[in-house]
T-cell receptor
Framework: DAGVIQSPRHEVTEMGQEVTLRCKPI?????LFWYRQTMMRGLELLIY????????DSGMPEDRFSAKMPNASFSTLKIQPSEPRDSAVYFC????????????FGPGTRLTVT | KNEVEQSPQNLTAQEGEFITINCSYS?????LHWLQQHPGGGIVSLFM???GKKKHGRLIATINIQEKHSSLHITASHPRDSAVYIC????????????FGSGTQLTVLP
């Protein structure tokens, strides 16, 4: 299996622009997680899905952030409009069902908003 | 008080040394992850454990549920072990999200 795939790997954009991050989970995994990592706050959960349905989005910072999972093999995290404080590494992870299934992380997308 | 505390924050060791990284937590959990993040940024799950001890190569992870404490040990450390090691809690109950420690930066010198 190719593992969790994220694109793009790096994104540089100007403040105010829309940014879309993409994730393809491991086939057969029915949980998908979006995390953000910054120097100040470390790793934080933004949102997670089970069977394409958002379960907990309490970590989404504000209305500028939205996430979708239209099918089992694809999810997007969108920031509109982007701000410099959104600069971070965004990780997607997936896991199988079962209470003790490990999470597998994608390589991350490094976002820089200037 | 944070739900999960790691110590030390930074650790420098000489090649070959035995290394211990600690993780203490204050909430009920169903399992605990140890993750490794290399300078390139990728995150790899080393262990997930809910009781006892697991071993993989030179890495050993232990957890004491009653004391709410876990340790990650590296035997015969090597410079390629240099990375950030992160402890992450999997909540008890139906929630599946991870709560992360702040990480331990390990540097192993040749």
């Amino acid at each position: 299996d190719a593992g969790v795939i994220q694109s793009p790997r790096h994104e540089v954009t100007e403040m105010g622009q829309e940014v879309t991050l993409r994730c393809k989970p491991i086939s057969g995994h029915d949980y998908l997680f979006w995390y953000r990592q910054t120097m100040m706050r470390g790793l934080e959960l933004l949102i997670y899905f089970n069977n394409n349905v958002p379960i907990d989005d309490s970590g989404m910072p504000e209305d500028r952030f939205s996430a979708k999972m239209p099918n089992a093999s694809f999810s997007t995290l969108k920031i509109q409009p982007s701000e410099p404080r959104d600069s971070a590494v965004y990780f997607c992870a997936s896991s199988a069902s079962g209470s003790l299934s490990e999470q597998y992380f994608g390589p991350g997308t490094r976002l820089t908003v200037t | 008080k944070n739900e999960v505390e790691q110590s030390p924050q930074n650790l420098t060791a000489q090649e070959g040394e035995f290394i211990t990284i600690n993780c203490s937590y204050s909430v009920g959990i169903s399992a605990l992850h140890w993750l490794q993040q290399h300078p390139g940024g990728g995150i790899v799950s080393l262990f997930m454990l809910s009781s006892g001890k697991k071993k993989h190569g030179r890495l050993i992870a232990t957890i004491n549920i009653q004391e709410k404490h876990s340790s990650l040990h590296i035997t015969a450390s090597h410079p390629r072990d240099s990375a950030v090691y992160i402890c992450a809690l999997l909540s008890s109950g139906s929630a599946r999200q991870l709560t992360f420690g702040s990480g331990t930066q390990l540097t192993v010198l040749p």
